[in-house]
């Protein structure tokens, strides 16, 4: 503001010893003043954009996100005003959440965008360490002190140069925010300061249902930061959608997988209780998914249920409650360790059941000798399996595990076959 001060004063002063010289003189004088007024516009604007630059970054290391974009006017200028939220919650279970807002000045007018010089501050992201840094794009390279060191856009040591214009180029210094211009160390950089450079550090900004999108005058970097959605947490049975009851036996272990939605998915918190009967484990797979094994005691608990929990943080739980109703599966008929001829015998079992059953021989080779066929009727399922001749001078065994077909890591029973080998 001084500096624009002393100009200003200077031309006044020029304007006065020059008054005779008539009109000619007023109208460069006002040319002069009004290309003096731009650049200035230019560096305010461009250190209010760099300002804005690097609380965006700062939000986006901090899995920050958008919950609100209001798109307005100030100072004749398009602006979108940003209001970010970031939740945090440490190892304790405790949350943590700020508010901030962000002032997104736009050139998408063209005349401050696509069809300007842009400004070649930029940023960029070292892929290796996961950080962000400021970077000259003109010069293809990260944006260093005399010593050789890079500048950090986001965290505790991040800086945000400040710019100045003199003798017709750009001018940085990395003091801080809390230094006075005529206090700084100013380094002259390579770059132009020309009328038709860009005014502004972004050139566009693109709102969508669940992304805002700012594209960087510089490079034309897009940055996208997620727009709150609400959270959600789906549960499935081996790839099935599960609603809100499910069949279990005594002592049965059913994993229910489930699938966490939203901004805040990957640092929610999910729980699991019972009533005190059922067991529950949670497993974690990975940031949003996870499996939640309930095992049902061996006397089965008639209404028994499972809960699950899930809490994003941000003031919104999911509670969804699952009901046990007894898998019934009995054995009416059948030998669970059988004693074949060398001749080959068809052997049958039945179940008395309401759940559907498969069978797997183990091990594999076992299928060469066996063949397995499943019938259900009603609540009466059969069983059979055929045994093949045994061509060899060897016994051979295998054993048929059936299980529920929704459930295949619960073992319902286990036919262990022996048969005997080839005589003579």
């Not at 050789?148 to 505790?156: M, Y």
């Not at 969508?208 to 959270?231: C, G, H, K, M, W």
């Not at 939640?292 to 941000?314: A, H, L, S, W």
Request: charged share 25%; aromatic share 8%.
């Amino acid at each position: 503001m001084k500096m624009k001060k002393y100009i200003v004063a200077g031309i006044m002063a020029v304007a006065i010893m020059a008054s005779g010289c008539g009109k000619f003189v007023r109208d460069e004088l006002i040319t002069m003043q009004n290309e003096i007024d731009e650049l200035y516009t230019q560096v305010e604007n461009m250190n209010s954009g760099l300002n804005s630059l690097r609380g965006i970054i700062t939000e986006m290391a901090d899995n920050g996100y958008i919950v609100n974009v209001e798109e307005t006017q100030k100072e004749d200028r398009d602006v979108y005003i940003l209001t970010f939220k970031s939740v945090k919650i440490d190892e304790s279970g405790n949350i943590a959440s700020t508010e901030s807002k962000i002032d997104l000045f736009t050139g998408v007018d063209g005349r401050d965008g696509e069809d300007a010089e842009p400004f070649v501050a930029g940023v960029k992201k070292d892929e290796k360490d996961g950080r962000w840094y400021w970077y000259d794009n003109q010069a293809n390279d990260w944006m260093k002190s005399p010593s050789g060191e890079r500048f950090l856009v986001d965290g505790k040591d991040g800086k945000t140069p400040h710019l100045k214009i003199e003798k017709g180029y750009w001018y940085v210094s990395w003091d801080g925010d809390d230094v006075a211009d005529d206090k700084r160390n100013w380094e002259k950089t390579e770059w132009k300061a020309q009328g038709d450079n860009a005014k502004e550090i972004f050139s566009k900004a693109e709102v969508f249902n669940d992304r805002v999108e700012l594209t960087l005058a510089s490079d034309s970097t897009v940055l996208t930061i997620p727009l709150y959605q609400p959270a959600t947490v789906e549960l499935s049975v081996n790839g099935k959608e599960l609603t809100d009851s499910l069949l279990i036996a005594p002592g049965e272990t059913i994993p229910v997988s489930y699938l966490l939605k939203g901004t805040l998915a990957a640092q929610a918190i999910v729980v699991a209780g019972t009533d005190g009967r059922m067991k529950t484990a949670i497993q974690k797979v990975s940031d949003t998914t996870g499996v939640v094994k309930v095992t049902c005691p061996e006397t089965f608990p008639e209404g028994g249920y499972v809960y699950i929990t899930m809490n994003d943080g941000n003031g919104r739980s999911i509670y969804k409650v699952i009901h046990f109703f007894q898998r019934t599966i009995k054995v009416i008929s059948g030998e669970t360790n059988k004693e074949v001829n060398a001749g080959g015998e068809s052997v049958n079992f039945t179940f008395e059941t309401d759940t559907e059953l498969q069978a797997t021989c183990v091990p594999e080779s076992v299928n060469s000798w066996i063949t397995v066929t499943i019938k259900p009727a009603g609540n009466i399922t059969s069983l059979t399996y055929e045994v093949k001749a045994n061509d060899k001078a060897e016994v051979r065994e295998g054993d048929i595990i059936v299980t529920p077909k929704d459930n295949p890591g619960y073992e319902v029973v286990k036919i262990h076959v022996t048969q005997k080998q080839k005589e003579g």
